[in-house]
């Protein structure tokens, strides 16, 4: 049972406040650390911040103490192992319909930390109490996706689209997927030194390259050039999430892949309507070794996402992501209208464990693909990783190869599977079965 409800403000990633919450029980302390993203979707649930002056607004004392003196007498002397019972007193607690009141950043770090006392008590890994928790589908160990050349919101080129993915799915394991996805990021860093210079190597918030480039399509190239140098064609693939919310224009109701530049700086090629984005998605898709698009389109534009999953569905993942934010009511809707084939599940868009797995289960049963993520603030904890083994999830994606808040989940994979032993199955080709292995 609980007896101490602990939280402090630490800093994430990129140097911004984020709560971390230790919950106490007779097995121990147990902690968890909230992440934070930059290109949000509308309907995620309400990380609260403080405003004012500290931290340029960005303070989360207010979550902090929501943590410590609402919540935590609450659910003081509760079973930490009923993550189902917990969640629901803090659903109730709050009572909006986004966690506005107390703050999905407070309610996520004790959802997360219970899950950890919870496994503790059983005397068990994380992975193991996430899975029966679920419901116990086959853990898989997933196929990472590195996102190795980074640009929108998360980096400081012009390139539009935010993320370029290197999918390792050819490897035989965990362990051969890593040391691909590694031997090829280095590969890329020569290549990007040679044709750009030295300053095109700085990285992004995810840890991959951000390279003076304003062209997806050279990304893309660059990706392929890597993955040929690095011998590895055929078996890795690539993937891109352009973040399309981003540079679609509401006013217009176009999308401008020349939005971060200056105005005068802005051609009227860059302007495309909805179906002319499905095209160079299509185009693209035919050029490049392309087998996973998330957000193709903006987030309330369920209509081009339809339009993209009927023609490359087969071929492709379509990944909903800002257009879900992990709400179950909402793939409901995507669903209907079969605007993707699979869901991003982030915990900290939808704010509880049990409300996570509700989506993933509402996708497992439509036999969707579903992609775990990282957000690009992230810290040091690694509860992700036991998370996407514990769903059999097939895939998830935690950044570049490189950066200790991306490789801390990396790292806890390597060490799940080897945990897992002659029983860890990778799912290679298969990533896109997620729960049906
Ligand atoms: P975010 O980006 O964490 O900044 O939202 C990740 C994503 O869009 O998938
Ligand atoms: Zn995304």
Redesign the pocket.
């Known amino acids: 049972t609980i007896t101490k409800v602990h939280a402090r403000e630490i800093l994430d990633s990129r140097g911004n406040p984020t709560v971390e919450v230790e919950l106490t029980t007779a097995d121990g302390t147990f902690r968890a650390d909230v992440p934070s ?4 979707g509308e309907n995620e649930a309400m990380e609260i911040r403080d405003g004012g002056s500290r931290y340029l607004g960005k303070g989360v004392a207010t979550a902090v103490d929501n943590v410590i003196s609402t919540i935590g007498p609450a659910i003081m002397g509760m079973d930490a192992q009923d993550v189902a019972a917990l969640d629901k007193v803090m659903l109730d607690l709050d009572g909006t319909p986004n966690k506005g009141k107390l703050g999905a950043n407070a309610i996520l770090g004790v959802s997360m930390a219970a899950c950890r006392a919870g496994a503790a008590h059983r005397k068990e890994p994380l992975y193991v109490f996430l899975n029966r928790l679920a419901g116990s589908p086959t853990m898989v160990m997933p196929v990472p996706c590195f996102n190795c050349i980074n640009g929108g919101v ?1 980096a400081g080129n012009y390139l539009p689209f ?2 370029f993915f290197l999918i390792p799915l050819g490897a035989s394991s965990f362990k051969e997927a890593m040391q691909l996805g590694s031997e090829t990021y280095h590969t890329l860093k020569g290549l990007l030194k040679k044709k750009y210079g030295l300053d095109s190597t700085a990285v992004g918030d995810e840890g991959g390259f951000a390279p003076r480039i304003d062209s997806p399509e050279e990304a893309l190239k660059l990706l392929v050039e890597a993955i040929d140098a690095a011998g590895y064609t055929g078996k890795i693939m690539i993937g891109s ?1 352009p ?1 399309s919310s981003e540079t679609y224009d509401k006013a217009s109701g176009k999308y401008n892949l020349d939005f971060k530049k200056p105005e005068g700086e802005q051609t009227p090629a860059s302007i495309k309507s909805g179906d002319e984005l499905v095209s160079y998605w299509v185009e693209m898709a035919s050029k490049y070794p392309i087998v996973l698009l ?1 957000d193709p389109a903006d987030e309330n534009d369920f209509e081009s996402h339809a339009k993209l999953t009927a023609r490359l569905g087969g071929a492709v993942e379509i990944v909903g ?1 800002d257009l879900y934010c992990t709400n179950p009511a909402i793939v409901e809707r995507g669903i209907s209208c079969k605007a993707t084939n699979a869901m ?1 599940l982030k915990v900290n868009q939808i704010g509880t464990i049990s409300e996570a797995i509700a989506a993933y289960k509402l996708c497992v049963d439509q036999e969707w693909g579903v992609f775990v ?1 990282h ?2 603030g992230e810290t040091e904890d690694s509860f992700i990783a036991d998370l996407t083994v514990a769903l059999g999830t097939g895939h998830l994606k935690t950044g570049a190869p490189c950066r200790s808040e991306r490789l801390c989940k990396y790292n806890q994979l390597l060490r799940i599977e080897e945990d897992l032993g002659s029983n860890a199955i990778f799912a290679g080709k298969d990533f896109r079965k997620s729960g049906r292995f």
Request: aromatic content about 0%; proline content about 0%; hydrophobic content about 20%.
């Open positions: 993203g930059a290109s949000t998360h935010q993320e999430d973040a998330e992501d991003l993520s957000r690009s």
